[in-house]
């Protein structure tokens, strides 16, 4: 033995599943994997006249329906990023897209992305629960790590994260070329070990006894994911 730390065994480990297109299921949100003939006039009719939606993302705004059906269509096959569409459990109606993306399975590695989430879907129930339910997947298929990035200027992303329970890494500095512009990049992760405390809050956020009549939270989500996060943003 030469005395160095070459770091902790990782054992019973084997390389997860990628992601297929399974529904995700959950009380106030379904996940369902993005069509586009299924899902782009509803998505597009929620993110019209929202421009602003589109700031920090590789594409868009979209100018018409057909050019959104056409994004979709371009997309809705692809294993890397993988899109799901959020409905809403009471509505029925399309609110937003999601992603798995940067998929890595034989690091453990998987990202969530691609997010965007219609006005009508914001500050929901709904939203909340389609991120627990991605990141339960990821976890209970074996990956280790789950990570979200985001433009280091987009201080909203970077307070979702930090309210879902993501610890902040730091900032990649000029990270990409988005619309012809630099983008640094803020990084955040959960790992395997604080997702069994991160997935009790949520349990306890999501719960109907968390709000009241009039739908008003009882326990704000950050108070319960604050004591699991490794890190905190420094902007925040």
């Not at 009471?90 to 034989?106: K, W």
């Amino acid at each position: 033995m030469s005395g160095k730390d070459l770091g902790a065994v990782v054992a019973g480990w084997s390389v997860p599943r990628r992601p297929d297109q399974a529904v995700l299921q959950g009380r106030s949100v379904r996940l369902e994997p993005l069509e586009a003939d299924a899902h782009a006039s509803d998505l597009f009719d929620a993110f019209s006249g929202h421009d602003s939606l589109w700031d920090y993302m590789p594409y868009g705004p979209f100018g018409s329906a057909s050019a959104y059906h056409r994004w979709a269509r371009e997309r809705e096959a692809g294993e890397d990023p993988r899109f799901f569409v959020l409905r809403d459990g009471a509505t029925g109606l399309c609110g937003g897209v999601a992603s798995f993306l940067r998929i890595a399975p034989e690091a453990g590695s998987i990202e969530v992305g691609h997010i965007c989430i219609a006005p009508r879907m914001q500050r929901g129930v709904a939203a909340t629960e389609a991120m627990a339910l991605m990141m339960d997947w990821a976890f209970s298929a074996g990956y280790r790590r789950y990570e979200w990035k985001c433009n280091a200027l987009n201080i909203a992303s970077r307070r979702a994260a930090q309210r879902l329970g993501f610890s902040y890494e730091g900032v990649f500095r000029n990270h990409m070329v988005i619309k012809g512009r630099n983008r640094d990049s803020a990084w955040f992760s959960v790992i395997d070990s604080e997702w069994p405390a991160l997935k009790e809050a949520y349990r306890t956020w999501l719960s109907p006894s968390n709000f009241d009549a009039a739908g008003r939270q009882l326990e704000r989500l950050s108070d319960l994911t604050r004591l699991v996060r490794a890190g905190s943003d420094p902007l925040l």
